[in-house]
């Protein structure tokens, strides 16, 4: 299952890198989210996988389609050129930065302990457990991001009605 989850995750994440239609990158997007969503259910995260596809694949990707279709009334530029030595300075520097990110999991104490203890087998996460801890060692991240969201969201109200 694993396999089928993570295939499903990694084709949907290409799919959408390699569209070039936006609304179809949206819904490889989808994908993914469904993808994950499954690997959540795997971990026996059941809640984080329901809030995978209740936020991510529900309300985000119905905000980034509709953004997208009230966005695309204009003609798209030409692209320009294709500067090859752009694409090859990209390869080495992801290269590099994956090296470098995997030398640093594979030196952290973290790993090391999990190595000497043993895998532990994860315990389901229930709604009572996150929202005991949402509320109670969370509580002011929590109000914070609430500030955030609705900061944005009248920002974004301000951009879209511009005669307020």
Excluded at 47 to 69: K, P, S
Excluded at 116 to 145: C, N, R, W, Y
Aim: net charge positive.
């Amino acid at each position: 299952m694993f396999i089928t989850f993570a295939l499903i995750t990694l084709l949907g994440a290409v799919g959408m890198l390699l569209q070039k239609n936006v609304i179809v990158a949206g819904l490889c997007l989808v994908a993914a989210f469904f993808g994950v969503a499954g690997l959540f259910v795997l971990l026996a995260n059941p809640v984080a996988a329901a809030l995978q596809v209740i936020v991510y694949t529900g309300a985000i990707m119905v905000l980034v389609l509709f953004v997208i279709m009230m966005l695309n009334s204009h003609e798209e530029e030409k692209a320009q050129a294709a500067h090859p030595i752009q694409r090859w300075v990209s390869v080495a520097l992801i290269a590099a930065l994956a090296i470098g990110a995997v030398k640093l999991v594979l030196a952290s104490p973290g790993l090391k302990a999990l190595a000497i203890s043993g895998a532990a087998v994860p315990q389901a996460m229930t709604l009572q457990k996150v929202g005991f801890t949402l509320f109670a060692d969370h509580l002011l991240g929590f109000e914070v991001a609430g500030l955030l969201l609705l900061a944005a969201m009248v920002g974004a109200v301000a951009l879209t009605k511009r005669n307020l």
